[in-house]
C-alpha cells in the first residue's frame, strides 16, 4: 500500500495541478450529529466536499453498535452520490489529527471498497491552515461516479468471530476506558477480554501530525492476528492507519467494538491492565 498520508503543502500543489484529487472534510462531533457539516459550511479546504459519519459512513446504530458498517449495496450508493471514482485520487481530512471520521473513511475507501489512490491530510485542517492554506464556503455539487467497488470483507470481523479468541484486540480508547476506571459512553466499563491498549492518541505528535514511520513501526503492538476496536469501530481505524504508515500489516477492524460487545450483556469483560 502507498504512503497514506499527504501533508499540507503537498496538498496545495495537487490541488493546482492538472488532475486535482477528490477531497472529503470528514470533520465530525460525536455528540452532534449535525456540527461536521456545520462546520463544513463555515469553511472548508477548495473543492472538498462534506461527508457525514452518521449519514454516509454508518448504518443505523443498534445491537450492531452505535456505527455499524453500512451494506455494500448502500455505501456504493454514497461513493457514486460523492462522485467517488477510480481515476481520481482521494484526499481526507478532519479536525482531530484523523482519529475521527478522516481514518475511518479512509479504511472504508481504501481498505474495504478498495479505492487505490486515498490518503489522509497529515495534521488535517489545523495543519492545512498552518502553511497558509485558505478556507472557502464554496460548495459545487459532484457529479455522480457509476464505481462499483469490489469489497474486501476479510478486512473486518464480527463480534462472533473475536469472541472466538484467535485474535488479539487492539483498543484504542484512552487508557482509562480499557481499564474500566471511567466510561463516559457506554454503559460497560472494561474492554474485551484479552485486548492490549493502543490510545489512538499514541500514533500523533504533540501537533497533531503522525509519529514517523520508524517511530510508529517499534511502538505498535507486534501480534500475529491483531483486531482494531474502539468504542463504535471509528478511531480503531486511525490504528489500522498506524499500522499503514509504519508499512506494518493491516490490523482487522471489528466495526461494533465495544458498543456491540457489550450489548445484550452474553460476553465476558475485562477490567484493569
Known sequence: MKNPLITAEALATALAGATPPQVFDCRARLDNAAAGEALWREGHVPTSQHIDLDRDLAAAPG?????????PVT????????GIDLAQ????Y??????????RTWWM??????HPDVRVLDGGLEAWQQTGGKLTTRADAPAPSGWQPLFNDDAWLGADAVASG??????????????G?????DAVAGHIPGAVSRPSTDNLTATGHFKPASTLACELPDAQALVAYCGSGITACHNVLAYA?????????YPGSWSEWISGGERRVATGD
Not at 455505501?75 to 460523492?82: K, M, P, S
Open 63 to 71: 445491537q450492531g453498535g452505535r456505527h455499524p458498517l453500512p451494506s
Open 75 to 82: 455505501f456504493t450508493e454514497v461513493v457514486q452520490r460523492l
Open 89 to 92: 485520487p482521494v484526499v481526507v
Open 94 to 103: 478532519d479536525d482531530r489529527g484523523g482519529q475521527l471520521a478522516a481514518a
Open 109 to 114: 475507501l481504501a481498505v474495504w471498497a478498495g
Open 166 to 179: 484467535d485474535m488479539v484486540p487492539l483498543d484504542a480508547r484512552a487508557g482509562a476506558r480499557f481499564r
Open 181 to 185: 476506571e471511567s466510561e463516559p459512553v
Open 245 to 253: 504508515v509504519a508499512g506494518r500489516a493491516l490490523p482487522q477492524l
